[in-house]
């Protein structure tokens, strides 16, 4: 289908468009792309041989015979407009993946508003060990394969399916595991009510002899297999579950180790590799699907064997004795699971470096925000993130720093990475931990205090 086919990708350095990109170059695309700037990303690219050029570069488009461009590409883009121009076939980045869904005989999707990432990964771990030659697309980049993609067959694709403006209603799923359901996104959805209704369009286009997997501890989730036919599996920690926990324990590490109960009898023994009890949620989940596919040990391998995403809870290293980490939580129901996790750790003292996500959500969501991030001992707040907005929300960090201080006074807003590094290193102490989050670029402030020796 793609065999010889020029494809362009306007905005290619973006963690989903630079796996598609693999994709199509694997099914025989000669690709090109365009980015605003360079980085660890685009870089892996141009190693692949492919043409990445940064700026607007509308000659690519012109050579084109496809284009797929990102949702936060303007229509007054240069690129976009030489496209319309030469009425070119474009395509947004998630009608164009949905195309390719179709190509794969399972699609395995993995959603949910928290949690998807590691799940992915491990459900990917989980074939990768069995020997079953995925092709996975994710939305972090998994230790295992130092990429956010893999290109393997064409009998399974495992990828991470992102519910914002409607996304994953473009595929064609074989599968779907919905981790929860959360208000979020509400630039887009406005309120709950239309996020569950999304899921419920998402649900519907499974197969019926698919699968849905959901947590049964969810509460928003609790009616959203009304609208399929496919087959329903459950799982969380309550009794009336096809897949539960038991005899949970945790070690120093915050690793935990538990019993999975298949149809209330014991099914395997797993001992996870990476911290916070989220994961036997995200555990569950990924056992439940991959049970439908692969035997049982292999289930157990791939599960112990995994080692996260990158950002999420990272361990990046230490400053004078003082732990570093790293989290992606960007909603106040991640930071919460972030919190736990830091709580698991010894450590003295925790501050808290968050960069806001977007200045919808900060505004939405600023009294638990605040709620949550006073649980630290000390809290710096960077300056938002805007990603793809502008500020027409009336929010400002001081706003967040005035609701923090109602519950705890130590907290301030810092507006540079460089001037946050240098009040860390001032009055961190030693045995103290440090946690970076949220999803924009505040990891910078993590790598550059491990490296300031």
Not at 1 to 18: R, W
Not at 53 to 77: F, K, M, Q, R, W
Request: aromatic fraction near 10%; hydrophobic fraction near 35%.
């Amino acid at each position: 289908m793609l065999n010889g086919k020029k494809i362009h990708f306007i905005g290619i350095g973006g963690v989903s468009m630079s796996g598609i990109a693999e994709m199509v170059n694997s099914m025989g695309a000669i690709v090109t792309g365009s980015d605003i700037s360079e980085s660890k990303i685009t870089n892996h690219l141009k190693d692949l041989g492919f043409q990445v050029l940064y700026g607007h570069h509308p000659e690519l488009v012109a050579e084109s015979d496809i284009v797929v461009y990102t949702a936060a590409i303007p229509e007054n883009d240069p690129e976009r407009i030489q496209a319309s121009e030469l009425k070119k076939e474009a395509y947004e980045r998630a009608e164009f993946l949905g195309k390719l869904t179709k190509l794969y005989k399972n699609c395995l999707c993995i959603s949910g508003t928290h949690g998807k990432s590691t799940t992915t990964g491990m459900v990917s771990m989980i074939f990768l060990e069995a020997k079953k030659n995925p092709t996975i697309q994710i939305g972090a980049i998994m230790k295992e394969i130092h990429s956010t993609s893999y290109i393997g067959g064409h009998e399974y694709l495992i990828m991470e399916a992102c519910e914002y403006v409607d996304s994953f209603l473009h595929f064609h799923p074989t599968a779907e595991i919905i981790t929860n359901i959360d208000n979020d996104h509400l630039d887009y959805f406005h309120n709950l009510e239309n996020i569950k209704n999304s899921f419920h369009k998402y649900t519907n286009l499974l197969p019926q002899n698919g699968y849905l997997i959901i947590n049964k501890d969810d509460e928003n989730s609790k009616d959203i297999e009304e609208n399929t036919q496919a087959k329903v599996i459950t799982y969380g920690l309550t009794n009336d579950a096809d897949y539960i926990a038991k005899n949970i324990q945790k070690n120093e590490m915050g690793h935990y180790s538990f019993d999975i109960y298949k149809h209330h009898g014991f099914y395997l023994h797993i001992d996870l590799n990476i911290s916070g009890k989220q994961n036997i949620y995200n555990a569950l989940a990924a056992t439940a699907l991959c049970s439908e596919y692969i035997e049982k040990e292999q289930i157990k391998k791939g599960l112990e064997k995994y080692q996260g995403v990158e950002r999420r809870f990272e361990y990046i290293g230490e400053y004078h004795h003082a732990k570093i980490y790293d989290d992606y939580a960007h909603h106040p129901t991640e930071i919460l699971s972030t919190l736990n996790s830091v709580k698991e750790m010894k450590y003295h003292e925790s501050w808290a470096i968050f960069q806001p996500h977007t200045y919808s959500r900060t505004k939405e969501h600023l009294e638990e925000f605040a709620e949550v991030l006073s649980k630290f001992d000390h809290i710096i707040i960077a300056t938002i993130y805007g990603a793809r907005e502008i500020n027409h929300f009336d929010i400002n960090e001081n706003m967040l720093v005035e609701q923090i201080k109602r519950q705890n006074q130590n907290v301030c807003y810092i507006d540079s990475f460089d001037n946050i590094v240098t009040f860390l290193k001032e009055n961190v102490k030693e045995n103290d931990m440090i946690i970076t989050i949220g999803a924009g670029p505040v990891n910078k402030i993590a790598y550059s205090l491990k490296d300031s020796h």
